[in-house]
């Protein structure tokens, strides 16, 4: 349940608009909504200020079609995340006006544009893009303004220099990196911006599926860098959009 909807509530029972039973009508929903086969956390919006994410990877049309219902009589918006595009082409025909972004593989309800950038997401290679994406096109559905920059890895590190005005006006960088996970310390270090270093599993056998660049970020040598999972674009989004709204 949304504050704004649990303070009307208590509102009209003060002003006598409603009823006590009505209160405990609308209240006996609040801790979660009990789905069988998923249990939606109603205090999740009161605590952390969104509702829960769903994540779409490896449950049905029938799990994600009723959770995403449930969501949508309660809140404004949600975000689904690695959603297939057959996933989303069968979630569509029950609700046409949701939008579906296929490189992050969101599905969301609105989107908001902010021309201030406070994040700026960059990627050090075109094979990073969906994980990159993930980060941006989460931020904006939150109501963050993003200011990408991809392509611009240690193997041409020259690439980066145009765009650093850009990016240290940022408050937070998140950057997205597979092979040897080099970038984000690189990032750190000419910036001195919180870095948000993700590895991904791109890259060849040593790679390790982004176990290499995973290291290489919890190792790097800028004091600046934290980490999250790998191929966790959303996980970076997120973490930066609730250090910006504390």
Same mark, same amino acid.
């Given at each position: 349940?949304?504050?704004?909807?649990?303070?009307?509530?208590?509102?009209?029972?003060?002003?006598?608009?409603?009823?006590?039973?009505?209160?405990?009508?609308?209240?006996?929903?609040?801790?979660?909504?009990?789905?069988?086969?998923?249990?939606?956390?109603?205090?999740?919006?009161?605590?952390?200020?969104?509702?829960?994410?769903?994540?779409?990877?490896?449950?049905?049309?029938?799990?994600?079609?009723?959770?995403?219902?449930?969501?949508?009589?309660?809140?404004?918006?949600?975000?689904?995340?690695?959603?297939?595009?057959?996933?989303?082409?069968?979630?569509?025909?029950?609700?046409?006006?949701?939008?579906?972004?296929?490189?992050?593989?969101?599905?969301?309800?609105?989107?908001?544009?902010?021309?201030?950038?406070?994040?700026?997401?960059?990627?050090?290679?075109?094979?990073?893009?969906?994980?990159?994406? +993930?980060? &941006?096109?989460?931020?904006? $559905?939150? !109501? *963050?303004?993003?200011?990408? /920059?991809?392509? =611009?890895?240690? #193997?041409?590190?020259?690439?980066?220099?145009?765009?650093?005005?850009?990016?240290?006006?940022?408050?937070?960088?998140?950057?997205?990196?597979?092979? +040897?996970? &080099?970038?984000?310390?690189? $990032?750190? !270090? *000419?910036?001195?911006?919180? /870095?948000?270093? =993700?590895?991904? #599993?791109?890259?060849?056998?040593?790679?390790?599926?982004?176990?290499?660049?995973?290291?290489?970020?919890?190792?790097?040598?800028?004091?600046?860098?934290?980490?999250?999972?790998?191929?966790?674009?959303? !996980?970076?989004?997120?973490?930066?959009?609730?250090?910006?709204?504390?």
């Amino acid at each position: 349940m949304e504050k704004k909807k649990l303070e009307q509530i208590l509102r009209k029972y003060k002003n006598e608009d409603i009823s006590l039973q009505d209160v405990l009508e609308e209240l006996k929903f609040l801790p979660f909504t009990d789905l069988v086969h998923s249990k939606i956390d109603h205090h999740r919006t009161l605590r952390v200020g969104f509702p829960e994410i769903i994540y779409g990877e490896s449950k049905n049309i029938h799990h994600l079609i009723t959770i995403i219902s449930e969501l949508r009589k309660n809140y404004k918006n949600f975000i689904a995340t690695r959603i297939s595009r057959q996933q989303a082409d069968e979630i569509l025909k029950t609700y046409p006006d949701l939008i579906y972004f296929q490189d992050a593989r969101i599905l969301t309800a609105e989107t908001k544009t902010n021309k201030k950038k406070q994040v700026s997401v960059i990627c050090a290679g075109t094979s990073d893009h969906p994980v990159a994406e +993930e980060a &941006a096109i989460t931020l904006e $559905i939150l !109501g *963050i303004g993003v200011e990408r /920059v991809y392509d =611009v890895g240690i #193997s041409g590190i020259h690439r980066v220099i145009p765009y650093l005005k850009k990016i240290n006006r940022c408050k937070i960088l998140i950057v997205v990196a597979g092979m +040897e996970g &080099a970038l984000p310390g690189v $990032i750190a !270090g *000419i910036t001195g911006k919180p /870095v948000i270093g =993700v590895p991904t #599993s791109v890259g060849y056998g040593t790679n390790l599926k982004g176990f290499a660049p995973l290291l290489t970020m919890l190792n790097s040598c800028a004091p600046s860098v934290v980490v999250v999972n790998i191929n966790n674009g959303f !996980g970076a989004a997120f973490f930066a959009w609730t250090i910006l709204h504390q």
